[in-house]
T-cell receptor, first 115, second 112 residues
Framework: AQSVSQHNHHVILSEAASLELGCNYS??????LFWYVQYPGQHLQLLLK??????LVKGIKGFEAEFIKSKFSFNLRKPSVQWSDTAEYFC?????????????FGRGTQLTVWP | DAGVTQSPTHLIKTRGQQVTLRCSPK?????VSWYQQALGQGPQFIFQ???????QRGNFPDRFSGHQFPNYSSELNVNALLLGDSALYLC???????????FGQGTRLTVV
């Protein structure tokens, strides 16, 4: 069965620090990859996605992620975090060719940024 | 353009009761999925509806059932509620084939 692992459950950073959140998935086939963010009191929002092409994808608010197929990883990065980035971040995977797009989520990483 | 809307936002039920949650998908989306998010966990897939039929199902008992209407809106029904059913229930909609899901704010269900 597909599974998604997020290595850090809670990350605490000061503003302007760099961020990297790890995500690994276990599925040998072709997948689409996503990072979703959930700000306090808000719904899950798409941060960025990878379907194909350049493995380095850029999303909203200065976030980017790199797909490394050989490592089954899709790590999220941001060079300089802001207090407003405080949120919970979820990595998710679905199986390419499954047009109905069932998502498999990691358990999430809570990011707290101190001003 | 309204996004995905869910109702109610909060609900308290007693063990053994039944509950119905509702979802209206984003305009132009015909596929609706339901997820359960327990505290401290990522969302877990319950099932998915397309063309008014359940097309995929996750590892949830038959107490969880659903329906999709001709206007693509959907309901999630849970019978014989257990304390462990307490969670945030998320509805997601997507346009067929794109695979990008848009989520509602969820319904927080508390079973006492």
């Amino acid at each position: 069965a597909q599974s998604v692992s997020q290595h850090n459950h809670h990350v605490i950073l000061s503003e302007a620090a760099s961020l990297e959140l790890g995500c690994n998935y276990s599925y040998g086939g072709t997948v689409n990859l996503f990072w979703y963010v959930q700000y306090p009191g808000q719904h899950l929002q798409l941060l960025l996605k990878y379907f194909s092409g350049d493995p380095l994808v850029k999303g909203i608010k200065g976030f980017e992620a790199e797909f490394i197929k050989s490592k089954f990883s899709f790590n999220l990065r941001k060079p300089s975090v802001q207090w407003s980035d405080t949120a919970e971040y979820f990595c998710a995977v679905n199986v390419r060719g499954s047009t109905l797009g069932r998502l498999y989520f990691g358990r999430g990483t809570q990011l707290t940024v101190w001003p | 353009d309204a996004g995905v809307t869910q109702s109610p936002t909060h609900l308290i039920k007693t063990r053994g009761q039944q509950v119905t949650l509702r979802c209206s998908p984003k305009s132009g989306h015909d596929t609706v999925s339901w997820y359960q998010q327990a505290l401290g966990q990522g969302p877990q897939f319950i099932f998915q509806y397309y063309e008014e039929e359940e097309r995929q199902r996750g590892n949830f008992p038959d107490r969880f059932s659903g329906h999709q209407f001709p206007n693509y809106s959907s309901e999630l029904n849970v019978n014989a509620l257990l304390l462990g059913d307490s969670a945030l229930y998320l509805c997601a909609s997507s346009p067929t084939g794109e695979g990008v899901a848009f989520f509602g704010q969820g319904t927080r269900l508390t079973v006492v």
